[in-house]
C-alpha cells in the first residue's frame, strides 16, 4: 500500500492549493475530492470571483490579501494560465454604509492606493453607474477579478506534477486521527498518513461537526445577463467589478463582461440567500429571483439589467461572525482545518494554501490567522 505523509480531503478551491503548497514542499500527498475536479457543486465555480485590498469586513486581512497577490502572480507564472486581471474596483454606497465606511478605513490604515469619487464624479468616469446624489464610490485600481475553475485546475496539475496522488469521485465517509496517524475512509479503501488537512467547503457541518461550529450553509444565485446595448462598455479594458451597498445589508456585485457576447455580465447579490444544505439544496433559478436582481439593477446600472442568459447556485459556508476557520483543529494535533469562508474566500486561496503547509509541517505559521481561531466564542 502506498504511504503517504499528508492526505488532503476535498480539492476545491482551498484544499487543491493546499496540496500544491504540501507535494511542492516534498510532502507525499493524497488528495480525495468527492467529484470531479473544477466541479460546479461546491463553492468554487461561476466564471469569476472578485479580488480586493482594502477590506471592508475587517482591516486584519490585508496582510494576507497582499501576500495572496504575490502568490496569484507566481500561480501564474508557474502554471502557465491567467487567473487574476485586475480592472479596478469600486465600492459604492452612502459614506456610511459598510460597503464604502470599511473599504476607506481598510486603505487609511494600510496605506494601500484608494480615490474618492463624488457621485458626479462616478456618473463621470464610469457612466454606466447611477448613483444617488448622496452616494459615493470609492475606486480601488488593485481590485479586479480571478478565474476560479482555472485556477482549481492550475493547483491541480501542479500539484500532481509535484508527485501528489489525487482521486476524484472518492467521497470520504469518516475520518479518525489518533497520537500516531491519521485514517480516512471511503467507500471502498481506508488510507493512512501522518497528518489530514480538511477543506470540506459546504460540508463542514458534516465532515468537521467536531468543531462545535453553527456553520450555516447559503445557496447563493450567479446571473449572467445580456447587456442592453451590447457588450461592448462592459468590457475588462472600459468596466471595472463592483459592490454597491444600497438598502442596509443589500450589496449587489458585479463583473465586466469576461467571456464574449454570450457570457453576458455577472451580477449577484452579496448575502441574502437561503440556508440550505449541500445534498438538498435547490439549484432552479427562479423567475422572481430574476426579475428581484433586475429590477435591483435597473436604477443603478440599468445598461446590466438585460434579459436573463443563464444561473449558477453556489454555496457559501457562514461562520456566526463572517471571519473563516483555519488552524490545527483543537482536539487532534495531526489535524488541520479551512472552512466557513462565509462567501469571501476566493481571493485568499493561495496564501491559505501556503498557511496550510505552514501549519501541517510546523504547527504555526507566520501569518495573522488570529481572527480564524475555531475556538472563538460565537
Ligand atoms: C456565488 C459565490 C460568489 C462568491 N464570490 C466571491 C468573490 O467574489 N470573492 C471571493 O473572494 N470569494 C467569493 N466567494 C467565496 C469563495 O468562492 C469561497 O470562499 C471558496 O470558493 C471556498 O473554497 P473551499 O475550498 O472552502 O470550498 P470548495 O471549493 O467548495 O471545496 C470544497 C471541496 O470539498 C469537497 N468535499 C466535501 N466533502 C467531501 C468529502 N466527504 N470527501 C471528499 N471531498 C469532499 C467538495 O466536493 C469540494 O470540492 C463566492 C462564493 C460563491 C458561492
Given at each position: 500500500m502506498a504511504t503517504y505523509d499528508v492526505i488532503v480531503v476535498g480539492l476545491g478551491g482551498m484544499g487543491s492549493s493546499a496540496a500544491y503548497h504540501l507535494a511542492a514542499r516534498g510532502q507525499r500527498v493524497l488528495g480525495l475530492e468527492r467529484f470531479g475536479p473544477a466541479h460546479d457543486l461546491g463553492s468554487s465555480h461561476g466564471g469569476s470571483r472578485i479580488t480586493r485590498q482594502s477590506y471592508f469586513e475587517d482591516p486584519a486581512y490585508v496582510p494576507l490579501i497582499l501576500r495572496a497577490y504575490e502568490l496569484w502572480e507566481k500561480l501564474e507564472r508557474d502554471s502557465d494560465r491567467s487567473l487574476m486581471t485586475l480592472t479596478g474596483g469600486l465600492f459604492i454606497g452612502d459614506p456610511s454604509s459598510v460597503t464604502v465606511a470599511g473599504t476607506l478605513a481598510s486603505a487609511l490604515q494600510w496605506d494601500l492606493p484608494h480615490e474618492m469619487l463624488s457621485a458626479a464624479d462616478l456618473r463621470r468616469r464610469f457612466p454606466l453607474f447611477r448613483p444617488a446624489p448622496h452616494e459615493v464610490a470609492l475606486y480601488e485600481a488593485n481590485a479586479g477579478f480571478l478565474r476560479p475553475e482555472e485556477t482549481v485546475r492550475a493547483s491541480l496539475s501542479l500539484a500532481a506534477a509535484s508527485g501528489a496522488t489525487l482521486l476524484f469521485d472518492s467521497p470520504v465517509l469518516s475520518w479518525s486521527a489518533g497520537a500516531s496517524s491519521v485514517e480516512v475512509h471511503t467507500a471502498t479503501a481506508t488510507y493512512s498518513a501522518g497528518a489530514l488537512v480538511v477543506c470540506?467547503?459546504?460540508w463542514a457541518p458534516t465532515l468537521l461537526a467536531d468543531l462545535g461550529i453553527p456553520f450555516a450553509v447559503e445557496r447563493q444565485v450567479q446571473f449572467f445577463l445580456d447587456p442592453i446595448g451590447g457588450i461592448e462598455p462592459f468590457l475588462p479594458s472600459a468596466q471595472p467589478i463592483f459592490i454597491w451597498e444600497g438598502p442596509p445589508g443589500t450589496q449587489v456585485y458585479g463583473f465586466p463582461a469576461l467571456d464574449g457576447p454570450s457570457g453576458g455580465v455577472k451580477v449577484a447579490f452579496f448575502r441574502r440567500g437561503r440556508t440550505t444544505s449541500p445534498d438538498a439544496v435547490d439549484r432552479t433559478i427562479h423567475d422572481e429571483e430574476i426579475a428581484f436582481i433586475t429590477d435591483h439593477l435597473s436604477s443603478r446600472v440599468p445598461a446590466a439589467a438585460?434579459?436573463?442568459l443563464r444561473g449558477k447556485t453556489c454555496l457559501y459556508t457562514n461562520t456566526p461572525d463572517e471571519h473563516f476557520v483555519i488552524a490545527r483543529h483543537p482536539l487532534h494535533a495531526r489535524v488541520t482545518v479551512a472552512c466557513g469562508f462565509s462567501g469571501h474566500g476566493f481571493k485568499f486561496v493561495p496564501v491559505v494554501g501556503e498557511i496550510l503547509a505552514d501549519l501541517t509541517l510546523t504547527g504555526t505559521t507566520p501569518h495573522p490567522i488570529g481572527l480564524f481561531d475555531p475556538t472563538r466564542s460565537f
Amino acid at each position: 500500500m502506498a504511504t503517504y505523509d499528508v492526505i488532503v480531503v476535498g480539492l476545491g478551491g482551498m484544499g487543491s492549493s493546499a496540496a500544491y503548497h504540501l507535494a511542492a514542499r516534498g510532502q507525499r500527498v493524497l488528495g480525495l475530492e468527492r467529484f470531479g475536479p473544477a466541479h460546479d457543486l461546491g463553492s468554487s465555480h461561476g466564471g469569476s470571483r472578485i479580488t480586493r485590498q482594502s477590506y471592508f469586513e475587517d482591516p486584519a486581512y490585508v496582510p494576507l490579501i497582499l501576500r495572496a497577490y504575490e502568490l496569484w502572480e507566481k500561480l501564474e507564472r508557474d502554471s502557465d494560465r491567467s487567473l487574476m486581471t485586475l480592472t479596478g474596483g469600486l465600492f459604492i454606497g452612502d459614506p456610511s454604509s459598510v460597503t464604502v465606511a470599511g473599504t476607506l478605513a481598510s486603505a487609511l490604515q494600510w496605506d494601500l492606493p484608494h480615490e474618492m469619487l463624488s457621485a458626479a464624479d462616478l456618473r463621470r468616469r464610469f457612466p454606466l453607474f447611477r448613483p444617488a446624489p448622496h452616494e459615493v464610490a470609492l475606486y480601488e485600481a488593485n481590485a479586479g477579478f480571478l478565474r476560479p475553475e482555472e485556477t482549481v485546475r492550475a493547483s491541480l496539475s501542479l500539484a500532481a506534477a509535484s508527485g501528489a496522488t489525487l482521486l476524484f469521485d472518492s467521497p470520504v465517509l469518516s475520518w479518525s486521527a489518533g497520537a500516531s496517524s491519521v485514517e480516512v475512509h471511503t467507500a471502498t479503501a481506508t488510507y493512512s498518513a501522518g497528518a489530514l488537512v480538511v477543506c470540506p467547503g459546504a460540508w463542514a457541518p458534516t465532515l468537521l461537526a467536531d468543531l462545535g461550529i453553527p456553520f450555516a450553509v447559503e445557496r447563493q444565485v450567479q446571473f449572467f445577463l445580456d447587456p442592453i446595448g451590447g457588450i461592448e462598455p462592459f468590457l475588462p479594458s472600459a468596466q471595472p467589478i463592483f459592490i454597491w451597498e444600497g438598502p442596509p445589508g443589500t450589496q449587489v456585485y458585479g463583473f465586466p463582461a469576461l467571456d464574449g457576447p454570450s457570457g453576458g455580465v455577472k451580477v449577484a447579490f452579496f448575502r441574502r440567500g437561503r440556508t440550505t444544505s449541500p445534498d438538498a439544496v435547490d439549484r432552479t433559478i427562479h423567475d422572481e429571483e430574476i426579475a428581484f436582481i433586475t429590477d435591483h439593477l435597473s436604477s443603478r446600472v440599468p445598461a446590466a439589467a438585460g434579459p436573463f442568459l443563464r444561473g449558477k447556485t453556489c454555496l457559501y459556508t457562514n461562520t456566526p461572525d463572517e471571519h473563516f476557520v483555519i488552524a490545527r483543529h483543537p482536539l487532534h494535533a495531526r489535524v488541520t482545518v479551512a472552512c466557513g469562508f462565509s462567501g469571501h474566500g476566493f481571493k485568499f486561496v493561495p496564501v491559505v494554501g501556503e498557511i496550510l503547509a505552514d501549519l501541517t509541517l510546523t504547527g504555526t505559521t507566520p501569518h495573522p490567522i488570529g481572527l480564524f481561531d475555531p475556538t472563538r466564542s460565537f
